[in-house]
């Protein structure tokens, strides 16, 4: 059976801390066979802090219980992001790469990491794919890409190496093309052109987005 982290973002009225469990329910409703663990956790809209101690913080409680878990059963890591939450992921992966454990999936929604997958690190972790959902009215990704060094812009731009858009690029919820294990799509763009930072979970759309994400995930 597939496990899967929800990390949502920070709980400052900035996005919406509940998508976790609203999913899940979503998921229950349509019988899919997967269990999804929901992180919780607090930080404030201050980016600096977040980044030194809030983050890394998580990070390494969420790979200490992940490692526990593989213990028990070993069984292939998904983890879904949105926002802050996606940097927490980042933590996490890094700190699991050192002890040798590979992402299968890594989706990050309306992410603030770093958009070039070399600066980020994301070219280089044990990911075999990375899909961000991304929108070029996240104003929120826009602004954090200002805070130097610290954060990124990926959520309102798309994966990038070099200076040029890499990957896949995609119109919303369309289905990823089936050529797995072409390099190319290790990085895959959902390409929202009116969604903004947390639209995705708006009640209007957020179960298109759920069964988008499902069918990401491979369910």
Request: hydrophobic share 35%; with cysteine.
């Amino acid at each position: 059976m597939k496990r899967c982290h929800l990390i949502h973002g920070i709980n400052e009225g900035l996005t919406n801390p509940s998508w976790p469990w609203e999913l899940t329910s979503y998921s229950l409703e349509k019988n899919i066979n997967v269990i999804f663990q929901s992180e919780h956790y607090w930080a404030t809209a201050m980016p600096v802090w977040n980044h030194f101690i809030t983050n890394p913080k998580y990070g390494k409680a969420l790979t200490k219980r992940e490692i526990l878990f593989q213990e028990r059963q070993k069984s292939p890591i998904y983890i879904v992001a949105h926002s802050n939450g996606t940097n927490i992921a980042m933590h996490m992966i890094r700190n699991l790469a050192k002890e040798g454990f590979e992402i299968e999936k890594f989706i990050l929604i309306g992410s603030t990491v770093e958009s070039d997958v070399e600066k980020s690190g994301l070219a280089d972790l044990p990911i075999k794919q990375c899909i961000a959902y991304c929108s070029p009215k996240d104003v929120v990704a826009k602004y954090l890409n200002k805070v130097p060094k610290f954060y990124g812009s990926l959520g309102a731009q798309g994966f990038y190496r070099n200076g040029k858009q890499t990957g896949v690029k995609l119109r919303e919820f369309s289905p990823i093309p089936n050529e797995w294990g072409n390099e190319k799509q290790k990085f895959v763009t959902r390409w929202f052109p009116d969604f903004g930072h947390s639209f995705y979970f708006d009640k209007k759309v957020s179960d298109l987005t759920f069964d988008c994400l499902l069918k990401d995930l491979g369910v």
